[in-house]
């Protein structure tokens, strides 16, 4: 359930991962349609070795795909049938760094079928791309796309151990690519492939990650601000680091108090959470639309009664406060926020998986990706850490990784200079990457790049009140976001809102528009509450999102908070 969050909602087979056949598609060709002639352009000759900045092409193969299928993996990235394209593999490598890396292009095997744009796709977990699943919608869209594989395993997404040398030393080359090396490499190597088959650059290209992915979209807005002229960013793990040692907060809280909460309590909790706040924005629709506005107390319901598995649970003081701990997210051991936790109406169960029987008996069960950084990255037994020891981790996983994987600079002066557009949207009850942080670097370039009004002339944030990690949940979520970027960058139109829809549990469609932040959602009264003409969006003062600022990692400064904080705390020194 877990792999379902890091890479959201995945097509999953006997407990794994759907993953292409090697040919590079999906499912078998269905008998070819002959609709679609061979250009023959597709084949190795059509393409030379380019010279790349920094890197060197060992070789370059080309093969049509005909009738393809690609798989589905959630609802960002649907089965798609009936492909044609020439897949082109560029395999170079980083002189010193002893890497092989695959860039894998798709290109529309007909130049009409080509709309003239170029669509870089980004990774998921510990994948550098996401290939298949990424270039199907793509392609199918008309945009050439690319992937690549940063020199590690093509589909590992839960696999973190190419971080490390056999000998345990960490592998700082393929560090390097995964965190921004080989997303530049690929936009180059594929826009060369694109002008070497249909004899003419790309008008426009774009980017397209959500995640892993998001964080990648935002290190090439910082890093290599000229590359692209649009940036679509969900969910971006900004500080991958954190996020990898803030997965271990919840075992380490219960593991502290001495007492495990289980699935089904949580989510009793995250009934009584929407029961208060649900109806703020005026409407009962089993979405908090604006989690700021919600004053929830966990602790206001000790004392009650409830069943879970033919169980009667009563909360006592001990279940309240690990909840609210939880919720709050990792802290100092002087109460300092070090990341931030979860909004009143998620649910962070999946994070721990822990099941009740008719015993009152709560077991824990295994929860794929949670602890993987700290096993295979910190080789450290995940299971028997304390929070000493997981504070301790939490510092050297901050100052050996940080600097590298973080993508949170929030000087895009450059990107803004470029023409560059970046759109991000990003759900409210994301318990894998919770969106105050994206809150909180959206702010933080208002300070450093200029006022609200003129970030948004290049960068444009949307939440998507009860939305999970990339989509799915209770809440509507964009449909058709890159759709919503081309139009910004081609033709001057600024999204003020982003289409989304939901299916509720009536099976009935509900659509929204989401708001530009920090504008919020509020019914206004009249008509169907599933309707989107039935919101409006309001607010939007800076007073508003005071909160947001204050509590959340990072600070004003870009990070300088956080970096007193843990050479105070290495100190044994009060951050208070």
């Avoid at 380019?50 to 890197?55: C, D, L, N, T, V």
């Avoid at 395993?153 to 592998?171: A, C, H, Q, Y």
């Avoid at 976001?481 to 081309?486: S, Y």
């Avoid at 003062?541 to 947001?548: I, L």
């Amino acid at each position: 359930m877990f792999l379902k969050l890091i890479i959201p909602p995945l097509l999953l087979v006997g407990g794994a991962l759907a993953e292409p056949q090697a040919n590079g598609t999906s499912a078998p060709a269905s008998v070819e349609s002959p609709s679609v002639p061979s250009t023959g352009r597709c084949k190795n000759a059509t393409f030379k070795h380019s010279k790349i900045p920094g890197a060197k092409i060992l070789e370059i193969s080309a093969e049509e795909r005909r009738n393809s299928t690609t798989p589905g993996l959630g609802p960002l990235m649907p089965p798609v049938p009936g492909l044609y394209y020439c897949e082109v593999k560029v395999y170079l490598t980083h002189p010193g760094a002893d890497d092989k890396v695959l860039v894998e292009t798709w290109l529309p095997l007909e130049t009409d079928d080509w709309n003239g744009r170029y669509q870089a796709g980004g990774g998921g977990a510990y994948a550098t791309g996401m290939f298949d699943f990424w270039h199907g919608p793509a392609v199918q869209a008309g945009y050439a796309a690319s992937s690549t594989d940063g020199g590690h395993e093509r589909f590992g997404f839960s696999d973190p151990t190419w971080i490390l040398n056999p000998d345990k030393s960490v592998n700082w080359g393929l560090v390097h690519n995964f965190a921004t090396r080989s997303l530049a490499d690929q936009i180059v190597v594929a826009k060369d492939i694109v002008e070497q088959y249909y004899g003419t650059k790309p008008h426009h290209s774009y980017w397209n990650g959500c995640s892993q992915g998001g964080r990648q979209g935002y290190a090439i807005a910082q890093q290599y601000p000229g590359l692209l002229d649009g940036i679509l960013a969900n969910s971006p793990a900004l500080k991958f680091p954190s996020i990898a040692m803030a997965a271990m907060w919840p075992r380490i809280v219960m593991k502290e108090a001495g007492t495990l909460v289980s699935n089904c309590e949580f989510s009793w909790f995250t009934s009584k959470a929407l029961e208060q706040c649900d109806i703020l924005d005026g409407a009962r629709d089993g979405v908090i639309s604006n989690p700021l506005a919600c004053s929830f107390d966990h602790k206001s319901l000790i004392g009650q009664k409830f069943i879970c598995n033919d169980y009667e649970i009563t909360v006592t003081p001990a279940i309240a406060e690990v909840v609210s701990k939880l919720y709050k997210g990792p802290s100092t051991p002087f109460g300092g926020s070090l990341y931030p936790g979860h909004e009143h109406g998620s649910d962070p169960s999946p994070l721990f998986n822990i099941t009740i029987d008719s015993a009152g008996v709560r077991t824990e069960q295994s929860t794929l990706l949670m602890d993987l950084w700290v096993r295979h990255v910190l080789n450290v037994e995940a299971s028997s850490l304390t929070y000493a020891e997981w504070i301790s981790l939490w510092l050297q996983t901050a100052q050996d990784y940080a600097w590298i994987l973080n993508a949170d600079s929030a000087d895009l002066t450059a990107f803004s200079d470029a023409g560059g557009k970046l759109l991000t949207w990003h759900g409210t009850t994301d318990v894998v990457v919770p969106y105050q942080n994206t809150v909180t670097y959206r702010e933080r370039v208002n300070l450093v790049t200029g006022d609200r009004t003129n970030v948004n002339d290049f960068y444009r944030l949307f939440l998507a009140p009860g939305v999970e990690h990339c989509g799915g949940g209770p809440g509507a979520w964009p449909r058709k976001p890159m759709e919503a970027l081309v139009d910004w960058v081609e033709k001057g139109e600024a999204p003020e809102t982003l289409d989304a829809e939901a299916v509720d549990e009536e099976g009935d469609l509900v659509t929204r528009e989401l708001c530009l932040w920090p504008r919020t959602m509020k019914y206004m009264g009249i008509g169907s509450a599933k309707r989107a003409s039935s919101w409006s969006c309001e607010g939007g003062d800076d007073e508003e999102q005071g909160e947001s600022l204050e509590n959340q990692e990072g600070g004003f400064l870009g990070g300088l908070k956080d970096k007193l904080t843990q050479v105070a705390l290495g100190l044994g020194l009060n951050v208070e």
